[in-house]
């Protein structure tokens, strides 16, 4: 217990930095995950000292807002799934911890950005509703699902600013990269091409060289000095229909429907 006290320390320090050290948080979690298990704390059972449980709970919770800071989303699902039982089976005995809606927030963000809208709603429906309605960190989430399925992409766009955490803005830049996609689409089918400018905001960048990266990634062609895109047209897919054949068919039909007959 003495080497993951000094180990937990570590953590704090790495993490808590102006900014934080993400490189020796990550090099330090699995030691503590490790330590954490061999003290029968990470899938604790029976009778447990609740102050270390305290302590393995602030690791997870670390761990997962170090996978988010460190764009790592799978580290981010196993320290989410380790935690439930924290969060759950010991919700009534150990304090209220000021990370578990943040994290879980970001949670459900994270199933938006899968489009896993399903399991959102599943998962939303497991918390009290007055933590729905009235919780900053579940709110925001709830917010965002509401305006991608209206279609109100610029209210998705103007969430990044007010997002209650740092860490909510990397999943909010993802979705709106899948937005993007989907505008680019309809774009391509609507239009031949569009003035820069028009493009520029209708895909929610901030400057032209954004659209200009984006616009080759699709095969677009930018025309600088006329201040236009012209997007990369779709042939028509054309399908022979074997006039032959079904005219032969129709005859063999009619003559045997005359023989019934």
Not at 129 to 148: G, K, Q, Y
Not at 155 to 170: I, M
Not at 173 to 193: F, H, K, Q, V
Request: charged letters at 25%.
């Amino acid at each position: 217990m003495s080497d993951l006290k000094s180990l937990y320390l570590a953590l704090q320090r790495a993490f808590y930095a102006q900014p934080s050290d993400l490189k020796t948080a990550t090099e330090l979690l699995p030691q503590l995950k490790i330590g954490l298990i061999q003290a029968g704390l990470l899938l604790p059972q029976g009778d447990v000292n609740f102050q270390d449980l305290v302590v393995a709970r602030d690791i997870l919770e670390i761990g997962a807002l170090t996978s988010i800071r460190s764009r790592d989303i799978p580290s981010f699902d196993r320290y989410f799934s380790q935690l439930q039982t924290f969060y759950t089976d010991y919700a009534s005995n150990l304090p209220p911890s000021k990370r578990e809606y943040p994290i879980r927030g970001l949670n459900l963000i994270r199933l938006l950005t899968q489009n896993r809208i399903a399991d959102f709603h599943t998962t939303l429906e497991s918390l009290p509703a007055d933590v729905i309605s009235d919780n900053t960190f579940i709110r925001h989430p709830v917010n965002l699902e509401r305006w991608l399925m209206e279609g109100s992409y610029s209210k998705v766009w103007n969430a990044r600013e007010e997002a209650p955490a740092e860490e909510y803005k990397f999943f909010i830049d993802s979705l709106m990269g899948t937005i993007r996609n989907e505008i680019a689409s309809c774009e391509e089918t609507a239009y031949e091409s569009l003035p820069l400018k028009d493009a520029v905001n209708l895909l929610f960048f901030t400057n032209q060289s954004d659209l200009v990266t984006f616009a080759q990634q699709r095969g677009w062609e930018i025309d600088i000095t006329g201040g236009v895109v012209r997007f990369a047209q779709k042939g028509e897919e054309k399908m022979e229909i074997p006039k032959q054949k079904l005219i032969a068919a129709s005859l063999l039909y009619a003559r045997e429907l005359e023989q019934i007959v």
